[in-house]
């Protein structure tokens, strides 16, 4: 589901559109907080496209909660 990435993020392997898995993914996440809901790109609340942590990407989207806990 996820691609490591250099900097300790994951990036969702699955795409823009893969709403059932980003919100699959959001569900298993201990740390997801949503987003403003003006942010929202999902009808699902808890889902990793409303997520505060995540940061787009042209083909998808990088979770940034690793460096989030880091600091915590």
């Avoid at 042209?58 to 460096?67: D, G, L, P, R, T």
């Amino acid at each position: 589901m996820w691609q490591a990435m250099d900097d300790q993020t994951r990036l969702f392997s699955f795409g823009r559109e893969a709403y059932g898995m980003a919100a699959q993914a959001a569900r298993a996440c201990s740390v997801f907080l949503a987003d403003e809901e003006d942010e929202w790109a999902a009808d699902e609340e808890r889902s990793c496209y409303n997520c505060r942590y995540r940061r787009w990407t042209q083909e998808s989207f990088v979770c940034m909660a690793s460096q989030v806990t880091d600091e915590i």
